[in-house]
């Protein structure tokens, strides 16, 4: 296929108006209208717009027509995730279970090429997931201040290279990190469960004594 960069740019260009979409969806995932879990599925299609760029943005408007008319859900800790996309099928609605929401999914966001650069190659420079450690740190220590997340659940692959990331995420984040990891999909097992309800009330105690 002779695809040639003129095309790309307008592509981009046109793509423009559908990303800011997104950011839309993002904020009213901060403000509470939008499910973590929603954000989750909504972000994470924007990798390739579920194979149907038309499609996605209609069904996108529709739910964000839908959306802004929510109350806001009220939570008690809010929570960011960090890593890969989970395996997990059940994260996002027993993290909510137990009074948290997940206000901030990284790699799902960065699908959507957030940048507010109007340039194509910037934008795409500034899309951490490919690169190295620090730039996706950075780009967490920024979400963590505009969502004021309370805690950070990072996910990652079972025998996952990523794993080694983990010691410096806990390090320079600067906010309680929960580690979880699973190797087959399914909903969580007992042990999941249970670190992830003590990580939660740990957070509230801490919030609540901060006040």
Not at 33 to 39: D, F, P
Not at 160 to 188: F, S, W
Request: aromatic share 10%; charged share 35%; with cysteine.
């Amino acid at each position: 296929m002779d695809v040639k960069i003129k095309d790309i740019l307008e592509k981009f260009r046109v793509m423009k108006s559908l990303r800011n979409k997104l950011k839309l969806l993002d904020k009213l995932t901060v403000q509470g209208k939008i499910s973590g879990e929603e954000n989750h599925v909504w972000l994470v299609s924007s990798s390739d717009f579920n194979s149907d760029v038309c499609k996605y943005e209609h069904r996108l408007d529709e739910f964000l027509r839908e959306a802004e008319l929510r109350s806001p859900y009220v939570d008690g800790v809010r929570l960011g995730y960090v890593g890969v996309p989970p395996i997990i099928t059940d994260l996002y609605e027993f993290v909510r279970t137990r009074g948290a929401e997940i206000r901030f999914n990284e790699v799902q966001r960065q699908f959507s090429i957030p940048s507010e650069s109007e340039d194509f190659y910037e934008a795409y420079l500034e899309y951490t997931y490919p690169y190295d450690i620090f730039g996706r740190i950075e780009d967490i220590r920024r979400e963590i201040v505009n969502r004021r997340l309370d805690g950070i659940i990072h996910y990652v692959q079972s025998f996952c290279h990523r794993q080694v990331q983990d010691i410096l995420l806990k390090k320079h984040l600067g906010l309680p990190v929960l580690t979880i990891e699973a190797d087959t999909p399914g909903n969580l097992d007992e042990r999941g469960k249970i670190r992830i309800e003590s990580f939660i009330e740990m957070l509230a105690e801490r919030k609540l004594a901060t006040k």
